[in-house]
């Protein structure tokens, strides 16, 4: 299992339009591609010095192919929406890492 991390912070100016689009459009859109099995949506529980608000948007894909089909065939046009959206309000950067062991 593959997970794709997307850490964000946005501006607390646009964050509820943010969170709101997020929730109710972009993920659902994210999984609606067929790459990811599910995703999951957190808050970073730290004060960021530049201000703003952290999340980390997970998405999880079964293989490494089904995360570069999201890449290649996907991406660029679901984020190009945020970024029309919320412009110099948003920061994002993006993680892949493999799951290696899960542990109960």
Known sequence: M???????????SAHDQWLNWMQTKHIKEIIATGCFTSARLVKVLVDEEMGGV???AQYFAPSKEALADYKAN???RLQQE???LFADKMLAFRTDL???????
């Open 74 to 76: 996907h991406a660029p």
């Open 82 to 84: 945020g970024l029309q």
């Open 54 to 56: 952290t999340y980390s």
């Open 98 to 104: 493999e799951i290696i062991g899960e542990y109960e």
């Open 2 to 12: 593959i997970i794709y991390n997307v850490t964000i912070n946005i501006d607390e």
